[in-house]
């Protein structure tokens, strides 16, 4: 072993190095609680910053959130995916208008089509396809 390293090693206090590791241990704890903390914010569309699942977002804000969730991944969605949807943008879905009446408002509307039991999928993807399905059989 160099002499320096040996020199520092006979000089350090075993109850100093325990305190060191225990400090180390605690500002671990706090990193880990605030990197909790920043796992659940999020951006909620305006640039705020909010945690998730603290929103109490109206009508047309949860509405406005559902047709961005489901044009990022076209296809089928239930009313649960739609819920774990909102709460992971921050929005909670069981304040405020229940999501399966924002997705009925939303076929209403002619913004989404109710496809079975609870599944929906955007208007303008259905429309597509139907059109898709029109050449092929002219064709």
Same mark, same amino acid.
């Given at each position: 072993?160099?002499?320096?390293?040996?020199?520092?090693?006979?000089?350090?206090?075993?109850? /100093? #190095?325990?305190? *060191?590791?225990?400090?180390?241990?605690?500002?671990? @704890?706090?990193?880990?609680?605030?990197?909790? $903390?920043?796992?659940?914010?999020?951006?909620?569309?305006?640039?705020?910053?909010?945690?998730?699942?603290?929103?109490?977002?109206?009508?047309?804000?949860?509405?406005?959130?559902?047709?961005?969730?489901?044009?990022?991944?076209?296809?089928?969605?239930?009313?649960? /995916? #739609?819920?774990? *949807?909102?709460?992971?943008?921050?929005?909670?879905? @069981?304040?405020?208008?229940?999501?399966?009446? $924002?997705?009925?408002?939303?076929?209403?509307?002619?913004?989404?089509?109710?496809?079975?039991?609870?599944?929906?999928?955007?208007?303008?993807?259905?429309?597509?396809?139907?059109?898709?399905?029109?050449?092929?059989?002219?064709?």
């Amino acid at each position: 072993m160099p002499p320096a390293i040996k020199t520092i090693i006979e000089a350090m206090d075993r109850a /100093e #190095i325990e305190r *060191a590791i225990q400090e180390l241990r605690q500002q671990l @704890e706090v990193c880990e609680q605030l990197l909790a $903390v920043a796992s659940r914010v999020v951006a909620d569309g305006s640039g705020e910053m909010v945690v998730s699942g603290n929103i109490h977002a109206s009508l047309s804000r949860k509405r406005e959130a559902v047709l961005v969730i489901m044009r990022e991944r076209p296809g089928r969605w239930s009313t649960s /995916e #739609i819920r774990d *949807a909102l709460a992971a943008r921050g929005i909670n879905p @069981e304040l405020g208008t229940p999501v399966k009446n $924002v997705l009925w408002n939303l076929a209403k509307a002619g913004h989404v089509n109710a496809v079975g039991n609870g599944v929906y999928e955007l208007a303008v993807l259905a429309r597509s396809a139907a059109s898709d399905h029109e050449e092929a059989m002219a064709a």
